[in-house]
């Protein structure tokens, strides 16, 4: 993998990601595929709507459909038959969020399955090898995303842990080769919750190691979207300008402009797909809440400016019947409507940074959002 940084509007960056799979122009968001599928959105429709990566993960992925199975098939890419690159997540976000299911020991994280109640254990190492049976051309390091809320002596043992799962977990990748004909590459985790004196410890850690991308994770998980944001601009300061910011699990439009801000190139969140399947869309003009009875005769478009195949074809007033009448389409349609919204403030992203005019652009249409609530 190779980054190539193209401009600089003050802290916001243009760059690009060269992989094997294709190459990904920065800022980007990564639509999320937990489990080898973009809930309600086929591969063809990503293509359509120009995704250039999308995100899934190694704890769902390893329990289903198994190493095994996707051996078989030459990896996630030909299993689900995606030509362009994916990123894993390591199941450390799990260790967080499945706390009723797991134990965390020096070692690893032994896990309880949430589909059957097996127990597993997972090793730095043992990540790394499961993400090279699944082949994603980025892989995440395991690592341990502390509570919001924790205090600074659990955050401080906590990151301890995460470094060293760090380095051992880019010792397993020097000492593991690629399975299928394409190379990989690991991006580290800085973690340290909301203190900066251990965000950053644990960036200055992690950039003693070679990884080829680092991520900002812990955040996002509970505090105030301000304290995310100053997290962000502190940590971002330590790590290197010629290797990709990836900021997990973020967020709204406003988090992903406002991060962009702060010099981040990389994004996913389940938020455009799960509002999406909750009758919740984004537009330039705000949220809609399609389920609201004032839009059962509307014959709009939900979003007059969208390109997408829901905005140029069909109406409000028939996407909220879908979604009264618990149609699947209504699922596909917003989904596509909703990440399409998303890869289109990227692109905008990148064009506005090209340009020198991004902070300008970031700041109106940030309140034409929130100014137009319906």
């Not at 944001?229 to 910011?245: C, G, H």
């Amino acid at each position: 993998m190779k980054f190539e940084l193209i401009h600089n509007e003050k802290k916001a960056r243009v760059g690009k990601i060269f992989t094997d799979n294709g190459e990904i122009e920065t800022p980007i968001f990564m639509p999320v595929g937990t489990q080898g599928s973009v809930k309600a959105v086929s591969p063809r429709s990503l293509n359509e709507i120009q995704a250039q990566i999308i995100l899934g993960n190694t704890y769902h992925l390893y329990l289903r459909p198994g190493v095994e199975v996707l051996q078989k098939f030459g990896g996630l890419h030909k299993f689900m038959n995606w030509q362009k690159p994916i990123l894993t997540d390591s199941g450390g976000y799990q260790v967080f969020s499945l706390s009723d299911l797991r134990k965390i020991q020096n070692e690893g994280v032994e896990f309880s399955s949430h589909l059957d109640g097996s127990k597993h254990f997972f090793t730095p190492t043992k990540v790394v090898e499961i993400q090279r049976a699944i082949g994603s051309d980025i892989m995440m390091v395991l690592d341990e995303c502390a509570p919001f809320g924790a205090d600074f002596s659990y955050v401080k043992k906590s990151n301890e842990l995460t470094i060293k799962w760090a380095k051992e977990s880019f010792e397993a990748f020097q000492n593991t080769t690629q399975l299928y004909n394409h190379s990989q590459a690991i991006f580290g985790i800085v973690q340290g919750s909301v203190f900066k004196e251990i965000r950053k410890i644990s960036a200055e850690e992690l950039t003693k190691i070679n990884f080829d991308g680092f991520a900002i994770g812990g955040l996002a998980v509970g505090e105030e979207a301000e304290t995310m944001y100053d997290i962000t601009n502190f940590t971002e300061e330590f790590l290197p300008k010629n290797k990709p910011r990836y900021l997990m699990g973020v967020g709204t439009p406003e988090n992903l402009l406002e991060s962009i801000a702060l010099g981040i190139d990389m994004f996913d969140c389940v938020m455009p797909t799960r509002n999406a399947r909750n009758s919740l869309l984004f537009t330039r003009s705000g949220k809609l809440n399609l389920l609201n009875a004032k839009f059962k005769f509307d014959t709009n478009p939900v979003d007059e400016e969208c390109d997408c195949y829901l905005c140029k074809n069909f109406s409000r007033g028939y996407l909220r019947h879908l979604f009264m009448a618990k149609e699947i389409l209504a699922l596909e349609l917003a989904s596509v409507h909703n990440l399409n919204f998303y890869l289109w403030l990227m692109r905008t992203a990148r064009e506005k940074i090209l340009h020198n005019s991004f902070y300008k652009w970031k700041d109106e249409i940030i309140l034409q959002m929130n100014e137009n609530k319906k």
